[in-house]
């Protein structure tokens, strides 16, 4: 190929990706002639003087012309940003979740956050803000999860109304200031961490109930009220919102991370029971998704856009619930295998019957053992089903079952108090959550890990909790690996690297493997679209890689 080729496909070049592989293989190209060259100089003066054959600028020229365009084409683009990074954010220093990343300290950027911009949210909250450190770095660290980030958010404000969030969102956009929005803090992929810095939304202050339709069977809430509140509150009209995640989350981080939980095999997931959002786009705009009826097919899905968008296309300020009867009775029962894939099998098994059961959970032995220490228990040590079937009951047994099984992660702390907790969230077809269990199972056991299994076994769903000490690179690293052979092992079984916990930052690197890089091209034109400055919750679920 001739040095035209080479200049015309340099020139072409959209972005600074596209031009970095064109100038590579250039590059290459010419340093292989260079090479040829060399082999062929002659050994003599009287030779080099001689011979006609030899040329050095047929070598050079080329590639000194190459090196001289790529100088001026990468200086036009310049002037041009790439795609790949935010336009206000140094994303060069950013790290984690690209491919193959095995970090989980988040590296970022710090920008001070101008004066004349925390005037102006003193001015919309009032009291309703804080610089205090301890708060700030409270704010920056997410309660049960081992992700880190360099940087802490610079200002906590705390809105009341959705107004406040729309104006505030305003002024950080004029600013171009990182938002990271902020509810329960439950979850557990580092999705609100501040790696840049910058402002953190806390929405608990929004926690009202606003409207309740008992005859449509659905309630319209603000972000920051918990679904445990919000049971309680439904419980006297003889209704409950069926999604029951890990206490503490909030319906807006639900949202956020499109949540499931244990009775997901029963009622959906949070994409199944969203009718309607209020969210808060980067600009400002108040945008209504859809309307309260069950059924549309009137234009674009925007609900379910924002479902599982973690914040990064939208602040969410009110959510539209789909409700269901409480049920007049059921019962739980408990029962006990020799193996793991034998309760896995039963759990398949019983699903492809038709029972109709609520709710099917697996534990490992080493997960009731965590039970029985926390807990005082005296469960016996083998992997466990538990299901809820429609029936008779003693209301106060199943309720203490259940207390159980959602503090199953706090029990794992009672075996290694000072470690911190690495939780691993695969989901495959049903047909295959048995071996995908059994072949995790054997790896997790091999390893000097404490590691314990926790599986929505009627929906495919699978949890890990691996403890280990951040302390230790070598924990650290075998906890890394752990993760990655279940996510990969997931992946192989045409299953997904996350089933409920979301992306965050801990997920990303998998998500090139599991949609395709088109796939993820799409989603960073609908963020650009949404948000050109980048200030959304920068850093989080698209791979830094991704270019367009």
Known sequence: MGFSFWLA??????NKSA????????FYHYKSQLNTCQKNLPSTIAEKTNSHAFSWSSCLLPLAFAVSAGSLTFQSHNNHPSLCEPSNLDSRKVTI????????????????VPQELIDELKAICQDNMTLDYDERFYHGKPQNSFHKAVNIPDVVVFPRSEEEVSQIVKS?????????????????EGHTLSPNGGVCIDMTL????????????DVVVEPGIGWMELNEYLEPYGL????????????????????????????????????????VLANGDIVKTASRARKSAAGYDL?????????????????????????????????????????ADVAIDTMLSGIQVSRVELLDEVQVRAINIANGKNLPEVPTLMFEFIGTEDPEAKKELWKIRKEALWACFAMEPNFEAMISDVCVPLSNLAELISRSKQELDASSLVCTVIAHAGDGNFHTVILFDPNEEEHRREAERLN??????????????????????????????????????TMKRIKTALDPNNIMNPGKLIPPHVCF
């Not at 939208?314 to 309760?343: W, Y």
């Open 484 to 521: 990655q052979f279940m996510v990969y092992t997931a992946l192989s079984m045409e299953g997904t690297c996350t089933g409920e916990h979301g992306v965050g930052t801990g997920k990303m690197k998998y998500l090139e493997k599991e949609f395709g890089i088109e796939a993820l091209q």
């Open 303 to 343: 609900t379910r856009l924002m479902i599982g968008s973690e914040g990064t296309l939208g602040v969410v300020t009110e959510v539209t619930l789909r409700l269901q009867k409480i049920p007049e009775h059921s019962v739980v029962a408990m029962c006990n295998f020799p193996t793991i894939k034998d309760a």
């Open 19 to 26: 031009f970095s592989n064109a100038f590579r293989d250039s």
């Open 240 to 279: 409950f919102f069926p999604l029951d995640p890990g206490p503490g989350a909030t319906i807006g981080g639900m949202c956020a991370t499109r949540c499931s939980g244990s009775l997901a095999v029963r009622y959906g997931t949070m994409r199944d029971n969203v009718i309607s959002l209020k969210v």
């Open 97 to 112: 979740g690209g491919k193959a990343s095995t970090e989980f300290v988040v590296k970022g950027t710090h920008k001070e």
């Open 206 to 217: 929004m926690k009202r109930v606003k409207a309740l339709h008992i005859r449509d069977m």
């Open 9 to 14: 496909r340099l020139r072409s070049c959209s």
């Open 172 to 188: 950080c956009n004029k600013h171009k200031v990182p938002i990271v929005p902020y509810g329960g803090a439950t979850s557990i």
